[in-house]
T-cell receptor
């Protein structure tokens, strides 16, 4: 079956760095997405990786290793507004998104 | 980036009535639209996939007669929750993709609709 695993909850301190991991097993691979979702709102797009390596976009970076079925989202210089759920999603061979359950990130002052 | 508009953002309806949710792609043609449902503290659950001009493909366990999906044009898909019950209360989200078979296809999300059935 298809499976996306990510931690349920993480806590970090304002100004620090946090890494949210995602491992996947899917039928085919056409890219991995990271989304941010604040409570009660729709997800917003953060990053897309289809080749191995690190993609940097401001305070957020995303890494992919296709051979290991592994990705992480790195958030630097954490701000209180970064408190949200972070969703990992993989596009399978049918170009449909398979979603992880999301990681709730709690930022403490 | 592309914009997907979903309306209404919040709706409260009486048990037994029907509610229609609209999802519009404002600046691109969406050949495929997806409807998701999200329960509190849970992941998005795909309900159905709709392609313009054809019948929607429903995921296992989703009642097609209860959740009517229409994708009549390349910019509009609607989800109608028929004979709503309190257990249908949830957050419904649509997303749209501009094409298929494109490895760099990003899904653009609507704002979501919070449905409360009383």
């Amino acid at each position: 079956g298809q499976n996306i695993d990510q931690p349920t909850e993480m806590t970090a301190t304002e100004g620090a760095i946090v890494q949210i991991n995602c491992t996947y097993q899917t039928s085919g691979f056409n890219g991995l997405f990271w989304y941010q979702q604040h409570a009660g709102e729709a997800p917003t797009f953060l990053s897309y990786n289809v080749l191995d390596g690190l993609e940097e976009k401001g305070r957020f970076s995303s890494f992919l290793s296709r051979s290991k079925g592994y990705s992480y989202l790195l958030l630097k210089e954490l701000q209180m507004k970064d408190s949200a759920s972070y969703l990992c999603a993989v596009m399978d061979s049918n170009y449909q998104l398979i979603w992880g359950a999301g990681t709730k990130l709690i930022i403490k002052p | 980036g592309a914009v997907v508009s979903q309306h209404p953002s919040r709706v409260i309806c009486k048990s037994g009535t029907s509610v229609k949710i609209e999802c519009r792609s404002l600046d691109f043609q969406a050949t495929t639209m997806f409807w998701y449902r999200q329960f509190p503290k849970q992941s998005l659950m795909l309900m159905a996939t709709s392609n313009e001009g054809s019948k929607a493909t429903y995921e296992q366990g989703v009642e097609k007669d209860k959740f009517l999906i229409n994708h009549a044009s390349l910019t509009l898909s609607t989800l109608t929750v028929t004979s709503a019950h309190p257990e249908d209360s949830s957050f419904y989200i649509c997303s749209a993709q501009s094409g298929t078979g494109d490895s760099n296809t990003e899904a653009f999300f609507g704002q979501g609709t919070r449905l409360t059935v009383v």
